[in-house]
């Protein structure tokens, strides 16, 4: 009787620690079906970083031009209809234009910016580089979206998008640093440009899961180029892209 009493028992031990390894494993896949997924988000949103570098291209420019940096944000919406197409529609700011290169009146392959010409002019000899016309506008991007439906690796996932931008010019300027003294020289010259564009917009990157929080942190390059003439007045024929980094929180 006493064996039995004691097989009885162990018996019982043996189950409730079966029953409390179940349970345990039970509760660690509830916790793991309960978490969010922004896979499965139809809807999200969220704000960007843009760092852009942007420039004027064409075979009949009115001035040279460099690339300039040009950074902007924007607000946008996604709804995805599957997991792996949807669509995107956003508003924001972004800087464009690009930098301008002047003639190097000083007559030297090497010649200096910051020297001062003959006369004691600041300026007299070349500007390259300090010079740059800077459009600052308010653009709608409307895209279409892609993402894969597996994970690259583990939370990470290959996305892109494809779409149009309009892009009203709110204001032009050309800016010229004075590297010598500290000064800026502004000038307002937003009746020689267009004040409206549509852009083409691409770009690549990846979707990461920000720790099953449904939050997105995405990473892509983008390019984009403008379709119109930059130019009014008969200056010339012009095409203003850009391409760069965004970098954006969607939840």
Same mark, same amino acid.
């Given at each position: 009787m006493?064996?039995? =009493? /004691?097989?009885?028992? @162990?018996?019982? +031990?043996?189950?409730?620690?079966a029953s409390a390894q179940t349970m345990a494993s039970i509760k660690a896949e509830a916790a793991e079906k309960a978490k969010v997924?922004?896979?499965?988000?139809?809807?999200r949103w969220g704000g960007n970083y843009n760092?852009?570098?942007?420039?004027?291209?064409?075979?009949?420019?009115?001035?040279e031009y460099f690339t300039k940096p040009s950074i902007g944000f924007d607000f946008r919406v996604e709804y995805?209809?599957?997991? =792996? /197409?949807?669509?995107? @529609?956003?508003? +924001?700011?972004q800087q464009r234009g690009a930098g301008i290169i002047n003639l190097d009146k000083s007559g030297g392959?090497?010649?200096?910016?910051?020297?001062?010409g003959n006369n004691g002019v600041q300026g007299d000899v070349d500007s390259t580089y300090l010079e740059k016309v800077r459009f600052n506008t308010i653009e709608v991007p409307l895209t279409l979206l892609l993402r894969s439906p597996k994970d690259l690796i583990k939370g990470m996932r290959p996305s892109g998008s494809i779409g149009a931008v309009y892009m009203y010019n709110i204001e032009s300027n050309d800016v010229f640093q004075a590297v010598v003294d500290g000064t800026h020289k502004d000038?307002?010259?937003?009746?020689?440009?267009?004040?409206?564009?549509?852009?083409?917009?691409?770009s690549a990157g990846f979707d990461i899961d920000v720790g099953g929080t449904g939050t997105v942190f995405q990473a892509h390059f983008v390019y984009s180029t403008g379709?119109?003439?930059v130019y009014a007045a008969g200056q010339g024929d012009g095409r203003q892209i850009a391409y760069g980094v965004r970098l954006a929180f969607l939840f």
């Amino acid at each position: 009787m006493q064996r039995f =009493v /004691i097989v009885f028992i @162990l018996l019982l +031990g043996f189950a409730g620690s079966a029953s409390a390894q179940t349970m345990a494993s039970i509760k660690a896949e509830a916790a793991e079906k309960a978490k969010v997924t922004p896979w499965d988000k139809k809807f999200r949103w969220g704000g960007n970083y843009n760092m852009y570098w942007s420039t004027i291209v064409g075979d009949n420019l009115a001035k040279e031009y460099f690339t300039k940096p040009s950074i902007g944000f924007d607000f946008r919406v996604e709804y995805y209809f599957t997991k =792996v /197409i949807g669509v995107g @529609l956003g508003i +924001g700011y972004q800087q464009r234009g690009a930098g301008i290169i002047n003639l190097d009146k000083s007559g030297g392959a090497f010649a200096h910016p910051w020297v001062v010409g003959n006369n004691g002019v600041q300026g007299d000899v070349d500007s390259t580089y300090l010079e740059k016309v800077r459009f600052n506008t308010i653009e709608v991007p409307l895209t279409l979206l892609l993402r894969s439906p597996k994970d690259l690796i583990k939370g990470m996932r290959p996305s892109g998008s494809i779409g149009a931008v309009y892009m009203y010019n709110i204001e032009s300027n050309d800016v010229f640093q004075a590297v010598v003294d500290g000064t800026h020289k502004d000038t307002p010259v937003t009746a020689d440009y267009f004040r409206h564009d549509v852009g083409l917009q691409f770009s690549a990157g990846f979707d990461i899961d920000v720790g099953g929080t449904g939050t997105v942190f995405q990473a892509h390059f983008v390019y984009s180029t403008g379709v119109k003439n930059v130019y009014a007045a008969g200056q010339g024929d012009g095409r203003q892209i850009a391409y760069g980094v965004r970098l954006a929180f969607l939840f």
